[in-house]
């Protein structure tokens, strides 16, 4: 893969003192977190080792906790994709990190930080250009007086600052208006990235390109042809000890208010006029304005029990983590039907299912395409499918009918199949954290979520979300490492979705 433009700009201004005409620093907040030591800090190693900063970028951890780079480190280093023969280039990485300790709510603690900052860009690039980027890998209470403190101290003053909020953005419409409201009084919206990971996923991407780079979907991607789309997350363990968290959200929330709405309003936009990152996201926010609020009648509820006959945590349901609240009805699983209700796909039902607990780690988009008219063959057809697989083992395929091989006059499912690990065998694919946080380097907002997106997401949830919440509903009870709800099955098929149970793809492992 070749360097980005920006960072081989930064590369080429480097003045023959080595030191570069421009100072890059990168900020964890919350460094002594889990998503630092996991995620964060492993993808701006992957970034670093590969090149795909720019020269110099330096990396300055923040928290409450007191901790030293060797500790910091020493926290990371499960997560760390380290090769034999790259032991000096991590070191050359850490020797860039430097921590600085301190409250989120009082400013003299950024303050101090922000002395920090100067006086590494100082010392990278005295008197030159200097950039920062803030990553809020921080719990959502503390996202006010960070950014508060932030906007007050630490903002760069010959430079750009750019501001990465994680997920949730507010838990209904209402917090997140207040949380909007706050943020866009203190930042531009050029300089807020909401990010949401699964939009950095390699079949996330590839789905703009699949459909407006080829000549045979686009006479066919619409009402008039498909019959429903299924768009599936499904995480085969249960809370495993973190169900007080879970329990604050729900699968809603952690999910398909987010993860999963993002596909539908890939799949269901118009052609963008451009490529560009304000002509696509106007895209999406036009379906989303296109989709009536849910209702309890759109909806089955789930929560998993445990098996009896099972080993280990498939034993306990989730009522059994000590750390979710007893008798909590808080979901697991849900399933949902969206109507949009827009010239191109009247008619047609987008369907959402997510949940722990289930019987396998899948995430897909499945577009099923209506019944064959004027049916020669004596119902033997099955409905056509294209399927997107996001994980694991990214591909692309087409379930078509075919004659059997033989003497044999039947007819057979089978699959037009791009399985990514067979047909680009020597290309590592980037982790969703790692393409994102280059972009943001990059200025390139693409992939991140606007305010009026935002809004219009949870315009679409938030009656629902209450509805449950302040009548207290029941989820119906489904068994550890089960497909789900029975209920769930009856919903999707009430909504014309045809399940015949007589194919299912395999990937290819050679």
Request: charged share 25%; aromatic share 10%.
């Amino acid at each position: 893969m070749a360097k980005s433009r920006e960072v081989a700009e930064a590369e080429a201004s480097s003045v023959p003192d080595g030191a570069p005409n421009v100072s890059y620093v990168f900020i964890v907040m919350g460094a002594s977190g889990d998503l630092a030591k996991k995620k964060i800090y492993p993808c701006l190693w992957v970034l670093f080792r590969d090149g795909y900063l720019p020269t110099g970028t330096k990396f300055v951890g923040y928290a409450r906790s007191n901790m030293t780079i060797p500790q910091l480190r020493e926290r990371s280093k499960p997560f760390l994709k380290v090769k034999d023969g790259q032991e000096a280039r991590l070191e050359e990485f850490f020797s860039m990190c430097s921590y600085v300790s301190g409250p989120y709510d009082k400013v003299e603690g950024f303050q101090k930080l922000d002395q920090a900052l100067i006086k590494i860009e100082d010392e990278s690039a005295p008197g030159k250009p200097a950039n920062r980027v803030f990553y809020l890998a921080l719990p959502p209470s503390v996202f006010m007086p960070v950014t508060e403190n932030i906007k007050a101290a630490c903002m760069s003053k010959r430079g750009y600052s750019r501001v990465i909020v994680e997920k949730p953005f507010g838990r209904d419409s209402e917090s997140s208006a207040v949380l909007s409201r706050h943020l866009t009084s203190l930042f531009k919206e050029e300089e807020m990235y909401r990010i949401d990971h699964y939009l950095g996923k390699e079949m996330v991407q590839n789905l703009m390109v699949l459909r407006f780079a080829n000549a045979m979907f686009q006479p066919v991607w619409n009402r008039n042809n498909i019959n429903a789309v299924v768009i599936t997350f499904k995480e085969p363990f249960g809370t495993k000890g973190r169900g007080g968290y879970f329990d604050e959200f729900g699968i809603i929330r952690d999910v398909m208010q987010n993860h999963l709405l993002q596909l539908l309003c890939l799949v269901a936009m118009e052609k963008p006029a451009s490529i560009s990152p304000e002509d696509i996201r106007d895209e999406k926010v036009k379906v989303l304005k296109c989709i009536r609020p849910l209702e309890m009648s759109d909806v089955v509820l789930g929560q998993y029990v445990g098996k009896p006959d099972g080993e280990g945590e498939e034993r306990d349901g989730y009522l059994d983590d000590p750390t979710v609240p007893k008798g909590s009805v808080t979901p697991t699983f849900a399933a949902a039907v969206f109507h949009i209700k827009n010239e191109r796909w009247d008619g047609v039902p987008f369907i959402m299912k997510c949940g722990k607990a289930l019987n396998e780690r899948k995430a897909e988009i499945r577009v099923q395409y209506r019944d064959i008219p004027g049916d020669i063959f004596h119902g033997q057809c099955r409905r056509n499918e294209f399927v997107i697989r996001v994980q694991p083992k990214e591909a692309v395929y087409m379930k078509v009918m075919a004659k059997k091989p033989g003497r044999d006059t039947g007819m057979v499912e089978t699959e037009l199949d791009l399985s990514y690990h067979l047909r680009f065998k020597d290309v590592s694919l980037p982790d969703a954290y790692e393409r994102l946080i280059q972009d943001v380097f990059l200025g390139n907002q693409m992939n991140f979520v606007r305010s009026d997106e935002l809004a219009e997401a949870w315009r679409v949830f938030t009656p629902l979300l209450h509805r449950i919440e302040n009548d207290k509903i029941a989820p119906v009870q489904y068994q550890y490492g089960g497909r789900g709800p029975k209920e769930a099955d009856e919903l999707i098929a009430r909504a014309g979705y045809s399940y015949t149970g007589t194919y299912s793809w395999k990937s290819a492992t050679s």
